[in-house]
């Protein structure tokens, strides 16, 4: 029974810690374990640590099999194997009163070569788990890489490709984990465009919870005669914004008073302000936006990008969930190999602009946005 075998493994480990005693007392330890002929049983040997603890292993067991006896991350570490002082091959077989040494390094591991040689059960299951867990990781990194190149070739950013996104994205299907998605990538079991779909979805639907309705709605063409702007002290009088600064809701004004055509509003760095044609700094009269800052206004987005085919296309694709009308597109490469894409759209309001240049920065290979103003 149990109980017969544990008392029998127990007089096995008395009598060799017994050996030991009786090697303290002998002046040449090498004659000692020359002389020592141990034979208990022939399926199991008794090996020894340098601090003398005894480790019982299969018959035919080797270094390894010690080293992941010990502990797994001594097994995967180990580089070699002293016995009695003495280096040995890993395939060396260890005999009944070996002391066994292992040596390792941290930037080590298992080799598939160690399945062929190790004896135990333990050993072999330790290193195929170490190679189950290296290929899984593997297959992770394999598995992000082509979704984050697939991702680009798209223009989806990185801020598209954020957790929340992909774990909404791995239950689609199916999978509990990003890394459960990754894995099927690299398996084959879904593409990576079927997985950008899905977050084209996902961003989609976000955006819509996140944006304010009159971003998503299209833009009315109603233009109001007002523009959104009071006149300091008149009323019925015909204001227009200048093409010069196109000024925009929240930005500082003034108004220029022209002959027949009603007050010109500029922004109030304008160069056309500051230096008006004549120095007729009478003719300029204070305005300011209503609070409902209601219209269409112009407004013209500068966009820096690495130069490639279709960039422009790419930027104004972007943009057309917006709704939002463009009047003109001029692109032009630059230095450095670099490309300048300059837009003028009709915009409601600085919102609006803060949305369409936002979604211009998630294009791929953009650098830089930002709203051209006088200078």
């Not at 008392?7 to 017994?18: G, T």
């Not at 399926?43 to 010690?66: C, H, M, N, Q, W």
């Amino acid at each position: 029974g149990k109980v017969g075998n544990d008392k029998e493994f127990e007089d096995k480990l008395s009598w060799l810690r017994q050996l030991l005693e009786w090697q303290r007392d002998l002046r040449d330890a090498r004659e000692f374990m020359d002389s020592l002929k141990i034979d208990l049983f022939s399926d199991r040997v008794y090996v020894f640590t340098p601090k003398g603890d005894v480790v019982e292993l299969s018959a035919g067991s080797v270094p390894i099999d010690f080293a992941y006896r010990v502990h797994t991350d001594v097994g995967h570490r180990c580089t070699g194997a002293k016995i009695n002082g003495r280096i040995v091959p890993l395939d060396y077989q260890l005999k009944t009163g070996d002391i066994v040494e292992i040596l390792t390094s941290k930037s080590s591991g298992p080799s598939r070569d160690w399945l062929n040689i190790v004896k135990t059960s333990q050993a072999k299951n330790r290193i195929r788990q170490w190679f189950k867990k290296e290929t899984r990781e593997e297959n992770i990194a394999k598995g992000r890489e082509a979704l984050e190149k697939e991702a680009r070739k798209n223009s989806l950013g990185d801020e598209d490709l954020r957790l929340s996104n992909l774990q909404e994205a791995a239950k689609k299907f199916n999978l509990s984990t990003v890394d459960d998605l990754y894995i099927a990538l690299t398996d084959g079991v879904i593409t990576t465009l079927q997985v950008v779909a899905k977050l084209r979805d996902i961003i989609k639907r976000s955006d819509e919870k996140a944006t304010p309705a009159p971003l998503v709605l299209p833009w009315q063409d109603s233009h109001k005669a007002s523009h959104g702007i009071t006149v300091e002290g008149v009323e019925n009088l015909m204001v227009r914004l200048s093409r010069c600064c196109n000024p925009l809701p929240g930005d500082e004004i003034v108004g220029y008073i022209t002959r027949g055509r009603g007050i010109s509003v500029h922004r109030i760095d304008c160069p056309n302000v500051l230096h008006p044609h004549g120095g007729n700094q009478e003719r300029i009269i204070e305005v300011a936006w209503n609070a409902e800052g209601e219209g269409i206004y112009q407004a013209r987005v500068e966009a820096v990008a690495i130069d490639r085919p279709r960039l422009a296309m790419d930027i104004m694709m972007a943009i057309t969930d917006t709704k939002t009308i463009i009047n003109a597109v001029n692109a032009r490469a630059t230095r450095n190999g670099l490309a300048t894409v300059d837009l003028k759209v009709e915009i409601r309001s600085p919102d609006h602009l803060d949305y369409i240049m936002n979604k211009i920065r998630k294009v791929k290979d953009v650098l830089e946005v930002k709203r051209v103003t006088p200078t």
